[in-house]
T-cell receptor, first 114, second 114 residues
Framework: EDQVTQSPEALRLQEGESSSLNCSYTVSGLRGLFWYRQDPGKGPEFLFTLYSAGEEKEKERLKATLTKKESFLHITAPKPEDSATYLCAVQAHAGGTSYGKLTFGQGTILTVHP | DTGVSQNPRHKITKRGQNVTFRCDPISEHNRLYWYRQTLGQGPEFLTYFQNEAQLEKSRLLSDRFSAERPKGSFSTLEIQRTEQGDSAMYLC????????????FGPGTRLTVL
């Protein structure tokens, strides 16, 4: 069964204090690893997809990286508006246990104080 | 591109009543997914459709839950004889099968069962 574990559960940062969020996963043949941002009471908002170990993607203050066992979301010089829950999810290959669905971690709640 | 829409946004019902939610995917997206999210957890997969065919259902989807996607366009999720444990955010996502297959989420329907 596919599994995703995110750490820490919650992270408090001062504005400008860079840090990283971790996503550890086990999947029967990784097709893609996805990062989403979710604001309270709203649906998840797509950030990145990573497909293979060594891949990196960037968007503004966020950078996502992928290894064979985990992914990191690096946040550089965060601002209060970066406060949200960040979700990691994996999708397995066709022919794997379940192609199509995303298996999510529980999320990391990020709070950035001014 | 108007995004994924869901209606209603909020639903309060009494235990034992039936409820139905609607999801309108991004136009041209042939895949549609339903997830359930409880407080402090990541979304959990319920079921998904490719066009009008329901390709997978989770063990979480008891006999009281049924989903349809007539004509491969909008989808409905019905819960019969609601229980307090059904209280959650119900999220819909859509994607276009192919190289990226990125799932884009709607705003969700918040169900409260009294």
């Amino acid at each position: 069964e596919d599994q995703v574990t995110q750490s820490p559960e919650a992270l408090r940062l001062q504005e400008g204090e860079s840090s990283s969020l971790n996503c550890s996963y086990t999947v029967s043949g990784l097709r893609g690893l996805f990062w989403y941002r979710q604001d309270p009471g709203k649906g998840p908002e797509f950030l990145f997809t990573l497909y293979s170990a060594g891949e990196e993607k960037e968007k503004e203050r966020l950078k996502a990286t992928l290894t064979k066992k985990e992914s990191f979301l690096h946040i550089t010089a965060p601002k209060p508006e970066d406060s949200a829950t960040y979700l990691c999810a994996v999708q397995a290959h066709a022919g794997g246990t379940s192609y199509g669905k995303l298996t999510f971690g529980q999320g990391t709640i990020l709070t950035v104080h001014p | 591109d108007t995004g994924v829409s869901q209606n209603p946004r909020h639903k309060i019902t009494k235990r034992g009543q039936n409820v139905t939610f609607r999801c309108d995917p991004i136009s041209e997206h042939n895949r549609l997914y339903w997830y359930r999210q409880t407080l402090g957890q990541g979304p959990e997969f319920l079921t998904y459709f490719q066009n009008e065919a329901q390709l997978e259902k989770s063990r979480l989807l008891s006999d009281r839950f049924s989903a349809e996607r007539p004509k491969g366009s909008f989808s409905t999720l019905e819960i019969q004889r609601t229980e307090q444990g059904d209280s959650a955010m119900y999220l819909c996502a859509s994607s276009l099968s192919g190289s990226s297959d990125t799932q884009y989420f709607g705003p969700g329907t918040r169900l409260t069962v009294l």
